[in-house]
């Protein structure tokens, strides 16, 4: 008699559920990670760095600039006016140098905060059992940071099916 083989793939519905559990925030990193696994190659390993463009960039930073527009415009304009309070004495009398220096200084303040979130979603994917986390970098790999060593993310392949499947627009 053959026992009929009852598991059945992971899909979408369900990596939604897992993290309506795990997260407080499941919306934002069920985005955090559909976004990995578009950085992700084929056996869903995504970083320490991504191509983009004509650029090789950290897969943090990468992850933080491209969640950068969902910080709303009102918030936005609340940490530049706190940003040009705090810098007041010290920016120059031109006003394109100065605008330069602000608008960086809001761009950083905007990406590590959004890091802060991000390293927040992965570990809810953690949680999940969605994604897997190491770092390497400088010298060797290590499942902790430091030394020089970044975030390498690597989608389970069960979810990364799930979010690949049907992806093709016709």
């Given amino acids: 008699m053959e026992i009929a083989n009852t598991t059945r793939m992971i899909d979408v ?9 795990t ?4 919306r934002y990193a069920f985005l955090v990670l559909t976004l990995i696994s578009e950085a992700a190659d084929a056996a869903g390993r995504a970083g320490p760095l991504v191509v983009d463009g004509n650029h090789e960039r950290l897969l943090r930073d990468w992850l933080s600039d491209a969640l950068s527009p969902l910080v709303r415009s009102e918030r936005r304009n609340l940490l530049r006016q ?3 309070a705090r810098l007041a004495a010290d920016l120059p009398e031109d ?5 330069a220096i602000v608008s960086a200084a809001v761009d950083d303040q905007v990406r590590a905060s959004s890091k802060t979130n991000i390293s927040r979603a992965v ?7 969605l994604v ?3 770092y390497a970098g400088w010298r060797t790999n290590h499942q902790n940071r430091g030394g020089r060593r970044s975030a390498v993310y690597t989608v389970e392949a069960g979810t990364l099916a799930a979010l690949r499947r049907r992806s093709m627009l016709i």
Avoid: Q, T, Y
């Avoid at 570990?123 to 059992?129: E, H, I, N, T």
């Fill in 82 to 84: 706190r940003i040009i």
């Fill in 123 to 129: 570990g809810d994917l953690l949680r999940a059992g």
């Fill in 95 to 99: 006003p394109i140098i100065a605008e």
């Fill in 23 to 26: 997260s407080a925030r499941p």
């Fill in 13 to 21: 519905c369900d990596i939604l559920l897992k993290l309506s559990v």
């Fill in 132 to 134: 897997r986390r190491h």
